[in-house]
Nanobody, 114 residues
Framework: QVRLVESGGGLVQPGGSLSLSCAAS????????MNWYRQTPGQAREWVAG???????TYTDSVSGRFTISRDNAKNTTYLQMNSLQPEDTAVYYC????????WGQGTQVTVSS
């Protein structure tokens, strides 16, 4: 059974930081490209950042320079370090694992507000 479990969300003030984690089980993690997406009510899910199975990192423009994606293959976990958070970063953040098919986690809420 494949499971992706996100954690680390919460409430933070503008300019603050949060670190999200996504723990995977039931997959050969080293083979998978890992991605973070986010979604706000009434909007389509937006791709935020990705790290390939080979370690190549990519980011959407709005988070480049503020967010850092990483992975620890020994722990079957991917991370998203988010710095300089702004209210527009408020969303539910989802991780996905992509290889021959795509698997999704249940999401974790990030709220940036003073």
């Amino acid at each position: 059974q494949v499971r992706l479990v996100e954690s680390g969300g919460g409430l933070v003030q503008p300019g603050g930081s949060l670190s999200l984690s996504c723990a995977a089980s039931g997959i050969a993690f080293v083979l998978y490209d890992m991605n973070w997406y986010r979604q706000t009510p009434g909007q389509a899910r937006e791709w935020v950042a990705g790290i390939s199975h080979a370690g190549l990192r990519t980011y959407t423009d709005s988070v480049s320079g503020r967010f850092t994606i990483s992975r620890d293959n020994a722990k079957n976990t991917t991370y998203l370090q988010m710095n300089s958070l702004q209210p527009e970063d408020t969303a539910v953040y989802y991780c996905s694992a992509a290889h021959t098919r795509v698997h999704w986690g249940q999401g974790t809420q990030v709220t940036v507000s003073s």
